[in-house]
């Protein structure tokens, strides 16, 4: 999905069209970006791959498809556009990808092996590394339990001990880990999913504009007795969150991420509304969120 950040799609189109990966088709759902964003994609990746705008053809195998979503309705509803289509047209896997990653080599086949034919796997994500080469430990994490959101919280911060961060993520826990691993969360920066499996629950669900899209992902397949894989053996560059670039104040951010906690907690974790205020209002957000509030008078 694009988002403002023409030119990040396009590194990142054309690091997968590098690789050496052949079986696929890209969608990309520009999410009304409003700056003329389409068209530099088209006219940049014209001259090495077919690129065609979606007009609701039944047909497209091969190079890359371009929808003009009109309506920045968040990224679950936004990804959705266009996991929709790919599964409309016959895609067996899906994949979601950030616009700030760079593919290396054969890391979609490896992602693919893995969940293909697997009755018990929903989806696959690789080792994600940062720009300088170290790991970006949001690849894999468990899932949350009700002290960590005190420990996400403003006053929270003294409680990420080295031995809490040892046991929530993975490639902390485990740095060499070099095999595939069962784990509770895999990161929405990079995502390959049976299609099947991931219609039968509905895409992502549109209730969040935006955070805890994985961690719900995660609740739902749980129920249905699926789970989620880290494949360290591919490996796929993650930028930074460039994707949220375009929302100018960071009090809009805190609001969807205390709108999204609440939801969370409530409809996928089955919390009580007490549980879910004590939760969510000590969370670093909130406490953000007031502060800016009241900073910038609103």
Same mark, same amino acid.
């Given at each position: 999905m694009n988002y403002k950040n023409y030119q990040d799609t396009i590194n990142c189109i054309k690091s997968i069209l590098d690789s050496n990966s052949r079986d696929y088709f890209i969608i990309v759902v520009d999410n009304a970006s409003n700056n003329g964003s389409l068209g530099?994609?088209?006219? /940049?990746? *014209?001259? +090495?791959?077919q690129v065609r705008h979606w *007009?609701?053809?039944? =047909?497209?195998? /091969?190079?890359?498809?371009? +929808?003009d979503n009109k309506n920045n309705s968040g990224y679950a509803a936004g990804n959705n556009v266009g996991l929709r289509i790919g599964y409309q047209l016959? *895609?067996?896997?899906?994949?979601v990808l950030n616009n700030d990653t760079l593919f290396t080599d054969d890391a979609l086949d490896k992602l693919k092996a893995v969940v293909t034919g697997a009755d018990d796997i929903i989806c696959t994500g690789p080792l994600l590394l940062k720009g300088d080469g170290g790991i =970006?430990?949001?690849? *894999?994490?468990?899932r949350p339990r009700p002290l960590d959101f005190f420990r996400f919280s403003y006053f929270g911060k003294w409680l990420k001990t080295e031995e809490w961060r040892k046991e929530y993520y993975y490639m902390i826990k485990y740095p060499t880990l070099n095999q595939v691993t069962d784990v509770d969360i895999i990161s929405g920066s990079c995502m390959l999913f049976d299609a099947q499996k991931f219609a039968e629950i509905?895409?992502? =669900?549109e209730h969040t504009f935006l955070y805890y899209e994985e961690a719900i992902i995660h609740e739902k397949a749980r129920k249905k007795g699926?789970? &989620? +894989?880290? +494949?360290?053996?591919a490996k796929v560059v993650h930028l930074g969150a460039q994707s949220t670039t375009g929302h100018s104040t960071s009090l809009? &951010?805190?609001n969807c991420e205390y709108n999204s906690l609440k939801y969370y907690l409530k409809s996928h974790r089955g919390f009580s509304n007490v549980m879910v205020g004590l939760l969510s209002s000590g969370s670093w957000w909130f406490?953000?969120?007031y502060t800016a509030k009241r900073k910038l008078k609103f």
């Open positions: 530099e994609i088209e006219k /940049q990746l *014209a001259p +090495v791959t *007009a609701g053809q039944t =047909d497209f195998s /091969q190079g890359v498809l371009l +929808v016959g *895609a067996t896997h899906l994949m =970006d430990y949001n690849c *894999a994490k468990r509905g895409f992502f =669900d699926w789970k &989620m +894989v880290l +494949v360290p053996q809009f &951010m805190l406490i953000n969120m």
